[in-house]
């Protein structure tokens, strides 16, 4: 047993606590910097840092958004001031998580798929961030759906990546989020997207299982069950809630206190109507408490209006704000599309 036991616990508990949930803000720097360039920001340290600061900064976040994730560059940052991100979000009530895997490279044998990397130096870059205030983390595997893909090779080499990763963050003390993400892309449907999801959670926890990871210290952070980008056939919001929640039912033990779905290039409208059904319609279903932890469903209009001009800080945080709020909302049945027509700044 953790000697951080009791700790990460409770702090698992807080990242799901009711009404809230998590502010992905862990883009790499590649990843950020691609976002920029589509809208001419230019890619310099120091727009990364003002762009995360307008997050952080933003008026009320912490009424809606229990933790944000860090990337390495960010959680050395600080604002402006000159006071650390990390001291920031810690003044708000909010808890500081860090991304920790190192991204996806080309899995060896298998065309087309990928592995997470990172776990080579992970016990010591976890006790440094704990030490920098960190109290959870993020790792992220990635499993394309094709004709022949995804293959068992890939399931299983990213789960155990996973497992090693989870089982390492709970001996340092950081609540691991394992986040196996299934991706939208491609012409798949539904059914198949169940499928794939179905056998990725099985080998995940058989992986959790076999590397003594406690389910009840960490957080899956999974993709919804969804018909694919460019399926012909898009499944309806009931439909994507239905599935989901039939999905996690059937394979997620119900010890894991909580489930953070990504927003998986969803529109930011979809991932919050999909969260709300599935606490309206099958939330009595649930035994674990179940809550967002978005990215570019949350930061996306916000990112859109900045640009790179300071001059529309202000604004930028209003329609951040806005998006937490309707997604804390989501989070506990009490979303309307209504909310989405309420004025905000513009
Ligand atoms: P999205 O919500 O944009 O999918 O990002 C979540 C995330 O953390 C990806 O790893």
Redesign the pocket.
Known sequence: MSTYAQELIATAAAMVAPGKGIL?M??SKATCDRRFEKLGIPTTEERRRTYRELILTTPDLAKYISGA?LFDETIRQSTQAGIPFVRVMQEAGMIPGI?VDLGAQDLAGCEGEKVTEGLDGLRDRIAEYYQMGARFA?W?AVIAIDTNIPSETCLVANAHALARYAAICQAGGLVPMV?P?VLIDGEHSIDRCYEVTERTLQIVFEQLRLNRVEFDKMIL?P?MVISGENCRIQASVEQVAEMTVRCLRNNVPVTVPGIA??????SNER?TAHLNTIHTQFGSQCPWAIT????????QPALDYWHGDDANIPIAQQLLSHRVKLNGAASIGQYTSEMERESVGV
């Open positions: 992905a862990d883009e994730i991304k993020k992220r986040e993400e952070k993709s779905f990504l927003s998986g290039g969803q991932a967002f932890s978005y990215a570019r469903a949350i930061q």
